[in-house]
């Protein structure tokens, strides 16, 4: 048991070293509904989650404003879960819900 079971809406957070450092959009979401999962309409999904790397470290007031309306815009729908691709992200979004993030390979499971 991975604690993950029954989970079928997803709110997913494209971290930004993937937007915008490797520059790779809608592939994880593509895999995540191929595994039968829903994906919610996230608002603004290009905006950062106030993780970035030690931003959450040395700008912790800032950094903690843009977690509170990253999980907004992610909570929205009322998903299961929220799935990213970067643990910082992951800790980070964690650290601000009670709902359970996750790295987005967690929900990948075998056929």
Not at 9 to 20: E, F, G
Not at 27 to 32: A, G, P, T
Not at 54 to 59: A, F, G, K, N
């Amino acid at each position: 048991m991975t604690g993950l079971e029954g989970i079928q809406t997803v709110a997913w957070q494209p971290p930004c070293t993937l937007q915008h450092g490797q520059q790779l959009t809608r592939i994880v979401e593509s895999m995540l509904r191929r595994a039968g999962y829903r994906l919610v309409d996230v608002r603004d999904p290009h905006l950062c989650c106030g993780s970035a790397g030690t931003y959450s470290v040395l700008q912790p007031k800032l950094s903690g404003e843009l977690r509170e309306q990253k999980l907004e815009a992610l909570l929205a729908e009322q998903p299961d879960v929220i799935a990213t691709a970067n643990v910082g992200c992951q800790t980070h979004l964690a650290g601000g819900t009670n709902t359970k993030v996750v790295h987005w390979l967690e929900l990948i499971r075998p056929a």
